[in-house]
C-alpha cells in the first residue's frame, strides 16, 4: 500500500522557535507538496517540489522554507514560528505527468504555537 | 482570481437521508477531484471527473461534473454514519504545472446513527 509518512502527528512549539516538518513517501513520486488546512480556508499550497533539490513557491510561502535532498523526502521548515502559523500541515506527493495529478496525502501534522 | 465555492459548508442529516453537495467557480476547468478526509486523516481520493457531463457511481455516491466544467455534485443516497467527514473538491487548473489543483474550503458531513 502507498505511504506518505509525516514523521511528528502533533507539536507545541514555541513562538520564534525553529520548526522542521518531515515527509517521506515511498512511492517514487516526483511532485511533492506541503499544504496548511485552515477551517473555512480549505487547503493552501506552501510550497511544492517537482524533483530533488527543485522548488516553487505556493500561494502562501511567506515565514516557510523547504529542502528536498532526496527525491523520497520533502521537508518544511519555520525559520522562526509564529503564532499565527498554528496550523494543520498536510503533506502530499504525486507522479510528474499525470494529467489529473492525483495527489496521496500524510495524515497530518497539528503545529501549535504558543 | 477564480472563485471556488463549495456548499454548503456544514451539513448534519440523519442516517439513512439523501444529501447533495456542491462545488461551483467561474472558471473552466480540464478535470475535478473529489476527496473525503476523516478526522485525523488526510484527504483521500475519491474519484476523477473530467469530460463535460459525466457522471460517475462509487457505491452509493454519485458524482457529476456540469456540462460546462464549471462545477460538480455529490449525491449519497441513504447516508450512513461512515459517510461523516470534510468533503473537498480541487478543479486542476489546466496550467500544465505540477501545482495544477485547488482545494475548496470543503463541506463538513456529519451522519447521526
Known amino acids: 500500500d502507498v505511504k506518505v509518512t509525516q514523521s511528528s502527528r502533533y507539536l507545541v512549539k514555541r513562538t520564534g522557535e525553529k520548526v522542521f516538518l518531515e515527509c517521506v513517501q515511498d512511492m517514487d513520486h516526483e511532485n511533492m507538496f506541503w499544504y496548511r488546512q485552515d477551517p473555512g480556508l480549505g487547503l493552501r499550497l506552501i510550497y511544492f517540489s517537482y524533483d530533488v533539490k527543485m522548488k516553487e513557491k505556493g500561494d502562501i510561502p511567506e515565514g516557510y522554507s523547504v529542502s528536498r535532498e532526496k527525491k523520497e523526502r520533502f521537508s518544511l521548515i519555520l525559520e522562526s514560528a509564529s503564532t499565527n502559523q498554528t496550523s494543520m500541515y498536510l503533506c502530499?506527493?504525486?507522479?510528474w505527468g499525470t494529467g489529473a495529478n492525483v495527489l496521496t496525502f500524510g495524515a497530518g501534522s497539528r503545529l501549535t504555537v504558543l | 482570481t477564480q472563485l471556488l465555492e463549495q456548499s454548503p459548508q456544514f451539513l448534519s442529516i440523519q442516517e439513512g437521508e439523501n444529501l447533495t453537495v456542491y462545488c461551483n467557480s467561474s472558471s473552466v476547468f480540464s478535470s475535478l477531484q473529489w476527496y473525503r478526509q476523516e478526522p485525523g486523516e488526510g484527504p483521500v481520493l475519491l474519484v476523477t471527473?473530467?469530460?463535460?457531463?459525466e457522471v460517475k457511481k462509487l457505491k452509493r455516491l454519485t458524482f457529476q461534473f456540469g456540462d460546462a466544467r464549471k462545477d460538480s455534485s455529490l449525491h449519497i443516497t441513504a447516508a450512513q454514519p461512515g459517510d461523516t467527514g470534510l468533503y473537498l473538491c480541487?478543479?486542476?487548473?489546466?496550467?500544465?504545472?505540477?501545482?495544477?489543483?485547488?482545494f475548496g474550503s470543503g463541506t463538513q458531513l456529519t451522519v447521526l446513527p
Open positions: 502530499a506527493s504525486s507522479l
Open positions: 480541487a478543479p486542476n487548473r489546466p496550467s500544465g504545472s505540477a501545482r495544477q489543483l485547488t
Open positions: 471527473v473530467v469530460t463535460g457531463g
